[in-house]
T-cell receptor
Framework: EAGVVQSPRYKIIEKKQPVAFWCNPISGHNTLYWYRQNLGQGPELLIRYENEEAVDDSQLPKDRFSAERLKGVDSTLKIQPAELGDSAVYLC??????????????FGSGTRLTVV | GQQVMQIPQYQHVQEGEDFTTYCNSSTTLSNIQWYKQRPGGHPVFLIQLVKSGEVKKQKRLTFQFGEAKKNSSLHITATQTTDVGTYFCFNAGGTSYGKLTFGQGTILTVHP
């Protein structure tokens, strides 16, 4: 099994430019999460999907961030326009159940974004 | 949002010494999960505790859930350099809006 696949691994962009991250969760995992992790901090939830429905986007900065999960499988997170403070690692995770259950979350390797 | 507080923030040990990190909550937790993140890596799920007073072991790692389900601990016996990383406890039952965020974790450094 491939695990949670994210791309790209690294991205360097200039401020005010758009950027998009892609995530393919583990097959059969109905719950998908996007997290942002700043250096020295724990992952911060941005959005959680149950199938194709965004059930928790309360911490997503909606003025510049958007996400979609068409057909309830893979997902895309977009930032437009990017700001210097958006530099972080963006992690995608998936789980079999909404509360992760005994199998926990499976995280992808993340996308390290640098905004210059 | 509500978070589980974890201490210490940093721990430096000599290889072979034991290590313990603690998580505390002011409210009763439905469950607690533990993750390990190696430097430059992503969090990896270790275990979930659900029952009051539950104790689980994975080789040199011992996980405990308090009787009141308000605290938990991870103990590593005889640390090795491969134990280096950040250990997070996580309230996976916090599915209310904005609560599925991890705390700062405990950064473990092991000196050979």
């Amino acid at each position: 099994e491939a695990g949670v696949v994210q791309s790209p691994r690294y991205k360097i962009i200039e401020k005010k430019q758009p950027v998009a991250f892609w995530c393919n969760p583990i097959s059969g995992h109905n719950t998908l999460y996007w997290y942002r992790q700043n250096l020295g901090q724990g992952p911060e939830l941005l959005i959680r999907y149950e199938n194709e429905e965004a059930v928790d986007d309360s911490q997503l900065p909606k003025d510049r961030f958007s996400a979609e999960r068409l057909k309830g499988v893979d997902s895309t997170l977009k930032i437009q326009p990017a700001e210097l403070g958006d530099s972080a690692v963006y992690l995608c995770a998936s789980s079999l159940f909404g509360t992760a259950g005994y199998y926990g979350y499976t995280f992808g390797s993340g996308t390290r974004l640098t905004v210059v | 949002g509500q978070q589980v507080m974890q201490i210490p923030q940093y721990q430096h040990v000599q290889e072979g010494e034991d290590f313990t990190t603690y998580c505390n909550s002011s409210t009763t937790l439905s469950n607690i999960q533990w993750y390990k993140q190696r430097p430059g890596g992503h969090p990896v799920f270790l275990i979930q505790l659900v029952k009051s007073g539950e104790v689980k072991k994975q080789k040199r790692l011992t996980f405990q859930f308090g009787e009141a389900k308000k605290n938990s601990s991870l103990h590593i016996t005889a640390t090795q350099t491969t134990d280096v990383g950040t250990y997070f406890c996580f309230n996976a039952g916090g599915t209310s809006y904005g609560k599925l965020t991890f705390g700062q974790g405990t950064i473990l450094t092991v000196h050979p």
